[in-house]
């Protein structure tokens, strides 16, 4: 990730299917160092108004414009293991295609508005600035600190001059959100690729569904998450467009 100063935020609606520097959140490679940026920015004592961080995600590589649409599934058929009541499973995914470059479009958020801003209160110092794993480490001001963009159009008519794709699917790591692997699957996209991502639910830090609804990590037993990942994943592949 890159930072960029002053910018405004920008957030977008869901479609309804219709980057480890900081932890407890963290962000693989170059996000750390930009975040860490970020970071000492806001926390330095100046005498000026504290400008506003926008955190910039690497540019995709390949030859295609990307578009991406997120996804709000529902299977009816399985209850929700990690509930006490009784509700379907609920999921959010999202594909990312080769598209059409058309500006009728909005850049997608790299996060929901609500879920970005749980995940700004989760950060505190890492390795990099001091011991991740301790619990009682103070939060990282992140006040001023906005989270990035994407280079892919929100909604965008797919590219359909290919006849054929390969579709890849992203499962992101144990607690991860699938927001973490932006960078990577948008450079697949812009080489000709689909790509499914999925969000597994209290398995996740936050999810955030249509409508603003947030549901946080909850879960710790290892061995049932990987069972209901399995699970997520064959309904996610079967009820993407794709």
């Given at each position: 990730?890159?930072?960029?100063e ?8 869901f ?7 900081l ?43 990307i ?74 001001p992140?006040?001023s ?19 054929r794709?390969p ?6 790591g144990y ?6 692997g ?17 969000d597994?639910?209290?398995?996740a ?27 997520d ?10």
């Open positions: 990730m890159r930072r960029a002053d910018s405004p935020a920008t957030s977008g609606p479609w309804n299917a219709r980057d480890r520097g932890a407890r959140r963290c962000f693989p490679g170059a996000g750390a160092a930009a975040l860490s940026l970020a970071v000492s920015g806001c926390a330095a004592p100046s005498p000026r108004p504290a400008r506003r961080l926008r955190l910039m995600l690497q540019a995709p590589s390949g030859p295609y414009p578009g991406t649409a997120a996804l709000h599934l529902v299977d009816h058929s399985r209850r929700d293991p990690w509930l006490a009541v009784a509700r379907p499973r609920e999921v959010m995914a999202s594909v990312w295609y080769p598209a059409l470059d058309d500006g009728r479009y909005p850049w997608a958020p790299w996060m929901p508005p609500a879920a970005g801003k749980l995940f700004l209160t989760q950060l505190i110092p890492s390795p990099l600035t001091g011991p991740s794993a301790v619990t009682s480490a103070p939060p990282v992140l006040d600190v906005r989270l990035p963009v994407t280079q892919a159009r929100q909604g965008a008519p797919a590219d359909l001059s290919v006849q794709h579709v890849v699917l992203y499962s992101p607690g991860d959100d699938r927001e973490l932006t960078g990577l699957v948008s450079d697949l996209a812009s080489r000709g690729y689909i790509v499914v991502t999925t597994y639910t209290y398995e830090a936050e999810v955030e569904f249509p409508g603003g609804r947030v549901e946080a990590g909850r879960q710790t037993d290892l061995s049932k998450a990987v069972k209901v990942r399995v699970a994943t064959r309904f996610c592949l079967t009820n993407s467009p794709c």
